[in-house]
Nanobody, 120 residues
Framework: QVQLVESGGGLVQAGGSLRLSCAAS????????MGWYRQAPGKQRELVAG???????NYADSVKGRFTISGGSAKNTVYLQMNSLKPEDTAVYYC??????????????WGQGTQVTVSS
């Protein structure tokens, strides 16, 4: 089992910034991909950003140029720096990890989620 602990969510005005953190601990599961999903009320969970063990990153089009993912499996910690936040970024953000590089669709473990609310 892998435990993921997220932090950094909160309430911010549009145009502001937040930084999410996620620390993984637990078993000897080999983490090769880490990332962030989000789910807004009434919407499906969607990939926000992912990072693989070689440093390759992937972003949703809606956050490119505003969000930056960093960290990775070397330290079992992943961060999401969110700048120029918009009300449509409001959602619960979930950290996930998986065993295959570049595969952000099948994370094996998930965090509990952290609320991000952007006011207009």
């Amino acid at each position: 089992q892998v435990q993921l602990v997220e932090s950094g969510g909160g309430l911010v005005q549009a145009g502001g910034s937040l930084r999410l953190s996620c620390a993984a601990s637990g078993s000897s599961f080999s983490i090769n991909a880490m990332g962030w999903y989000r789910q807004a009320p009434g919407k499906q969970r969607e990939l926000v950003a992912g990072i693989s063990s070689d440093g390759t990153t992937n972003y949703a089009d809606s956050v490119k140029g505003r969000f930056t993912i960093s960290g990775g499996s070397a330290k079992n910690t992943v961060y999401l720096q969110m700048n120029s936040l918009k009300p449509e970024d409001t959602a619960v953000y979930y950290c996930g990890v998986g065993g295959s590089r570049y595969d952000y669709d099948r994370f094996a473990y998930w965090g509990q989620g952290t609320q991000v609310t952007v006011s207009s």
